[in-house]
């Protein structure tokens, strides 16, 4: 693809997209105008060893922006399974979804069943509603296949965030989400609480596991991970 030519140089469907897409407004502007989508990205992957801010967990992975939400964080399920189409067809060893949504899309299922027959492995956020995903699952993290991961957050002494979503059999792990702090739109940092930021740790060290043994499936990532927490 070729920057601002208005041409779909690669026909991908997609006009000039460089460095990812904005499924909200249809373009390739997929800038942050809500900080969420930056303060995630600065977890799983800000530039390390600069001396500058914060480390990402997999800081020299490359990224693709993919935005799903407005400004209010709101935005539509169909969107979001574009986009997780999109991110098939760049061949994403990891996706990561830092969202969440109360509906069942069989879209998205089917989606992130492509995504496990590609060995893709799909990181999603449990939610931040306090309740338990076993008895009101939220998508798509409910999702429980081969190639996914579902992650709730703990605080800094150990202990379930008291926003996170959390279920038995719905939720895998659990990963630093009270007070983290990372990038913010604009050059700046700070402090955000969310299954999101637990989310984009989990994704980075799936990163990590995937540049460290290429030739693993997503099964073996996703057992892997899970054999290494407490």
Not at 152 to 168: E, K, M, P, V
Not at 174 to 184: E, K, R, V, W
Request: with cysteine.
């Amino acid at each position: 693809e070729i920057a601002g030519n208005g041409i779909d140089d690669d026909g991908n469907g997609y006009v000039d997209d460089v460095r990812g897409w904005n499924f909200v407004a249809g373009t390739p502007n997929a800038s942050d105008d809500h900080s969420h989508g930056t303060h995630v990205a600065g977890v799983l992957g800000a530039a390390g060893n600069n001396g500058q801010g914060v480390a990402g967990t997999a800081w020299q992975a490359a990224m693709v922006p993919l935005k799903v939400l407005d400004a209010a964080g709101t935005g539509f399920t169909s969107d979001a399974a574009e986009a997780l189409a999109y991110a098939g067809a760049l061949d994403a060893g990891v996706i990561c979804n830092a969202w969440s949504g109360s509906g069942f899309s069989q879209a998205l299922q089917n989606l992130i069943l492509e995504a496990a027959a590609a060995q893709r492995v799909v990181v999603s956020a449990a939610g931040n509603e306090g309740r338990d995903t076993d008895d009101e699952p939220v998508y798509p993290a409910a999702f429980d296949f081969e190639n996914t991961l579902s992650v709730t957050a703990i605080n800094d002494r150990g202990q379930l965030s008291w926003f996170a979503n959390r279920g038995a059999y719905r939720t895998h792990l659990a990963a630093p989400g009270s007070g983290i702090y990372s990038t913010l739109p604009g050059g700046g940092y700070g402090f955000r609480d969310g299954t999101s930021a637990a989310a984009a740790q989990v994704a980075g060290v799936c990163a990590l596991v995937k540049a460290a043994h290429p030739a693993c499936s997503a099964t073996q990532v996703k057992a892997a991970v899970i054999a290494g927490t407490e």
